[in-house]
């Protein structure tokens, strides 16, 4: 019988482990995309502004992912023999959007609007990291509610303790 | 520890870890995709809403909506607050408006049939096609000299759409347009054409009006304009100034019954008389602003005689007298319960009548006439009639039918054989973009939009005493295969060609809505103020969702010779009452209405708000004929007629005469989509083939019914457990005069 509960002990904790192993570890904080984008060499290298392919950042909810005809905008000249770039332009001309994977993802009762974080004067860097210097995009930033509260404390937002200003 | 052991617990860990691992993967969401745009459109931020004004076309009362659109897809459609129609508010019909647009079951190509007639077996084709095969059948007909067998059978139609059908159907050479639908109420608007002159129905000011006696009028749910008159009944309640006082005389207490503060049972058919006599003892106390033409007529109407005929005890009928004249003001409308009988005129002219002895017409709360002021509203023609087409068919003088919007397949009485008469039309032609009763019997579909896609306008009937003329706009481009309406009558006329598309001579109906409302503007000097020419005033028009002017008073003269058209006998039902004990009231469901709401899951899954009851049909009956027929709640019923029968379990509902059994309308289907079909029973099957021969009304309330024990079936699902309290308090009450005091103490 003691046994029996020593087993049941051990397989538990085991258990728990194997879990948080997963979730820590294999989780997929930055997934394989369907183009090897490089944000450092867009952001980084190059300086471009977030907003310039981020569009909406400002006016929305959403950022906005960049539209396939703002890729091509630039990439129907510079570095057509790339192969990557070559992938993209094969996308525009079958006319299909490209299936990025998500990386930043909240769950539906959250409502996040970018357009007020932006307007507020937040940096993007706050909530995404030196994206400058990444060259595969990597989830920084845990999005649990208390990570949004202890910048909403720091911060002293108007109503950033209200239930009803994320969840509506 | 023993080596054995050692190895059990590695095993044990191991197989935990694993197995913690996998919850792990498998609780963590699937990687969700971001799907850019290609191109992005230049209107549209993805995550930021957009709202267009347009209106509701669900039913005939032209609620203003805003519909809100995010990334091109209609989200919400709310009431538009500036419209006078509805002010802001919509009624569950129109809240779901947005469920037609993206109904599974939409038909979403051209479709040609397959199979036999009714089979529902048909073959996608392309529009060019389509069009090509009805013009070619048009082009035959009118070879042979045959335009006149060609028919246009639509729903109530108003406006240019209206006007657009017409032109068609003429230029072709037929005089063959008719409008049908059931709760046209054209009764009423016969009755106010013979009395004020109008073939329309007149502004009730429910708003203003301090004593309402409803004839059954069920207008907080489906009666001609329920958001306008709800709105105005909040008022008149709860308005600023004192509480007016509602009276509903009908034999099953509908919604606006149950908010009533009396409630007056007559014997079903005998309402008119109710009315008159009324009328007479308003007359006979000297009590009358305006009796000079009636004297004689109401003097027939005596309360001491009629009490007993409409089951009213004479001193009801003396105190609902004096209190209506007394009342300033008072209004009394002609609803349901004395109009949808086979002498529906003679009733409503008896509550005009009423309304002129007790001086209510032309008056602040009282019945205020609308005026045609723009010149396009509704014209409704008492000759289009669907026993006019029965008949034609039958006759072999119907050789191609077009059909759109109008279902009569199902709300038709079995008995006027219309099925059999349109087995005889060789050529079927549906616009409809639903697989309707009627539409399963086409030969082609050309599927419409749904108005949320579509242009259009409408000048409300009835309106508010004021000119409104509301546009219709598109808020999403398509979602499938169809096309506007406009564009298939324009498309079709240039396809048959010859006059007909040198009379039709738009590109598209876009255009020639536009090209319509700049007649108007320059008809109407109004809509001209403050306008910087008709582009800015139609860019302001398509904004606000319409235009409308100021409100007017209109008066009108009551004309004697209305009285010709009383019947002064009640009506009529079909059955002999030892065989038929039960008058059976169909009744349009808040939800449904005419079936038309039936496809729609929102609101199937809505509540009855007098039974609570959801998906199904229900038969009201009485809870004391219950008990003396041997049924509880829940028990399957047939209801027999002598024209057939349907089966309904039983709802016991205190609110009903013992010697009435109502149903309501809407379920029934055969077709119409996966939410509709096979679920509950259609009322309108087994009631008689009346039409009013001056209205072409269909009478609703006009047989009667026995039921007997049917084999078990369907289930009775609602929502309410139980109507009693058991105690707990849940309605608290106190007496007028103990409120009395408890005001007193407060202030
Ligand atoms: S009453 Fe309801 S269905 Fe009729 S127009 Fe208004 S919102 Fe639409």
Redesign the interface.
């Known amino acids: 019988m003691k046994?029996l509960i020593l087993?049941a002990v051990?397989?538990?904790?085991?258990?728990?482990?194997?879990?948080?192993?997963?979730?820590q570890f294999?989780?997929?904080r930055a997934?394989v995309q369907p183009i090897n984008f490089s944000h450092k060499i867009h952001a980084g290298d190059n300086q471009i502004p977030c907003q310039y392919c981020h569009?909406?950042a400002e006016?929305?909810?959403?950022s906005?992912?960049?539209?396939?005809?703002r890729c091509m905008g630039c990439h129907q000249i510079i570095k057509t023999d790339s192969p990557e770039i070559q992938k993209v332009a094969s996308y525009?001309d079958k006319?299909?959007?490209?299936?990025?994977?998500?990386v930043y993802?909240l769950p539906d009762h959250v409502y996040f609007?970018h357009k007020r974080h932006v307007r507020a004067g937040v940096d993007c860097k706050n909530c995404h990291g030196d994206v400058a210097s990444m060259a595969r995009i990597e989830k920084v930033s845990s999005l649990q509610m208390g990570w949004c509260l202890s910048c909403h404390t720091k911060r002293e937002v108007k109503n950033g303790h209200d239930c009803w200003t994320c969840h509506k | 520890m023993k080596r054995r052991d050692f190895l059990k617990f590695i095993g044990i860990g191991g197989v935990g870890a694993g197995a913690g691992f996998v919850l792990g993967k498998v609780s963590k969401p699937p990687g969700a995709k971001l799907i850019p745009y290609l191109i992005p459109p230049e209107d549209i931020i993805p995550g930021v809403a957009t709202w267009y004004a347009s209106v509701c076309t669900l039913c005939g009362a032209g609620c203003g909506t805003l519909v809100r659109v995010m990334e091109g897809r209609a989200k919400k459609v709310e009431g538009n607050p500036g419209h006078p129609i509805n002010r802001g508010g919509l009624c569950a019909l129109g809240q779901s408006s947005v469920q037609a647009l993206y109904n599974p079951d939409r038909i979403t190509k051209p479709l040609k049939r397959k199979g036999p007639r009714g089979s529902g077996e048909y073959a996608e084709i392309t529009w060019d096609e389509a069009l090509k095969t009805l013009a070619a059948n048009l082009i035959e007909l009118k070879s042979k000299n045959e335009s006149e067998k060609f028919h246009l059978l639509t729903s109530p139609l108003g406006g240019t759409i209206d006007r657009l059908a017409g032109e068609f159907v003429s230029a072709f050479g037929s005089s063959n347009y008719s409008h049908y639908g059931l709760f046209q109420r054209k009764n009423l608007a016969f009755a106010n054409l013979s009395t004020m002159g109008t073939a329309s129905i007149p502004h009730y000011d429910i708003e203003n009006t301090k004593y309402l006696l409803s004839f059954g009028a069920d207008f907080s749910s489906t009666w001609v304009s329920p958001v306008n008159y709800s709105n105005g009944y909040g008022k008149m309640r709860q308005g600023t100034g004192e509480r007016g006082k509602l009276v509903q005389v009908e034999p099953r207490l509908s919604l606006t019954g149950a908010n009533a503060d009396e409630w007056v049972p007559a014997k079903p058919g005998t309402e008119a008389l109710l009315a008159l006599a009324i009328a007479n003892t308003i007359v006979e106390k000297g009590l009358a602003r305006d009796a000079s033409a009636w004297r004689g007529v109401l003097s027939r109407y005596k309360a001491k005689d009629m009490a007993s005929i409409c089951d009213v005890p004479v001193e009801r009928i003396e105190a609902m007298a004096v209190e209506f004249a007394r009342t300033r003001p008072s209004l009394a409308i002609a609803g349901d319960s004395v109009s949808s009988y086979e002498n529906g005129i003679s009733g409503a002219i008896a509550v005009n009548i009423l309304n002129q002895v007790a001086g209510n017409i032309g008056v602040i709360g009282g019945v205020m006439p609308n005026g045609d002021d723009l010149g396009n509203g509704k014209k409704i023609d008492f000759g289009r009639k669907i026993s006019t087409l029965i008949s034609a068919a039958n006759a072999d003088k119907i050789k191609t039918l077009i059909v759109y919007g109008a279902n009569p397949v199902f709300t038709t009485p079995k008995a006027a054989r219309l099925e059999e008469a349109l087995s005889k039309v060789p050529f079927i032609a549906s616009f409809s973009s639903f697989m309707d009763e009627t539409t399963a019997h086409a030969d082609i579909i050309l599927p419409a939009h749904t108005s949320l896609e579509d242009w259009g306008d409408d000048f409300p009937d009835p309106g508010v005493a004021a000119p409104v003329a509301s546009i219709i706009q598109p808020v999403v481009s398509p979602v499938f295969e169809t096309k506007s309406l406009g564009d298939i009558f324009i498309e079709l006329a240039r396809a048959v060609g010859g006059n007909v598309a040198g009379k039709i001579t738009a590109p598209n109906f876009a255009e020639y809505l536009k090209a319509s409302w700049k007649g108007l503007y320059s008809r109407n000097r109004e809509m001209a103020a403050g306008t910087l020419g008709f582009e800015d005033f139609w860019n302001k028009a398509l904004q606000r969702g319409g235009w409308w002017g100021p409100s007017r008073k209109m008066t009108a003269t009551v004309s004697a010779r209305a009285g010709e058209h009383l019947t002064g006998a009640p009506a009529r039902f079909e059955g002999e009452e030892a065989q038929y004990p039960f008058y059976l009231i169909p009744y349009a469901q808040t939800a449904y209405m005419d079936g038309r709401g039936a496809n729609l899951p929102w609101l199937q899954e809505l509540p009855d708000p007098m039974t609570s009851v959801v998906w199904g049909t229900w038969v009201e009956i009485n809870p004391k004929t219950a008990a003396s027929l041997g049924l509880k709640e829940g028990d399957m019923v047939n209801i027999e007629s002598p024209f057939g029968k349907i089966s309904a379990p039983v709802y016991l509902y205190p609110g009903i005469r013992p010697d009435t059994v109502a149903v309501p309308i809407g379920q029934g289907h055969s077709h119409y989509g996966r939410y509709a079909k096979g679920r509950g029973a259609n009322p309108i099957e087994i009631l008689p083939y009346k039409e009013d021969p001056l209205s072409g009304e269909a009478a609703l309330n006009s047989t009667r019914v026995r039921i007997t024990r049917g084999a078990t079936g369907e289930r009775l699902v609602k929502m309410e457990g139980s109507t009693k309290e058991f105690g707990r308090g849940i309605v608290q009450t106190v007496s007028p005069s103990e409120f009395k005091r408890m005001k007193k103490e407060v202030v």
Do not use: T
């Open positions: 046994k087993y051990v397989g538990g904790i085991a258990f728990v482990i194997g879990y948080f192993v997963n979730d294999f989780s997929d997934p569009i909406y006016r929305s909810r959403v906005g992912v960049p539209n396939v005809k525009w006319k299909e959007p490209i299936p990025w994977v998500k993802n609007p």
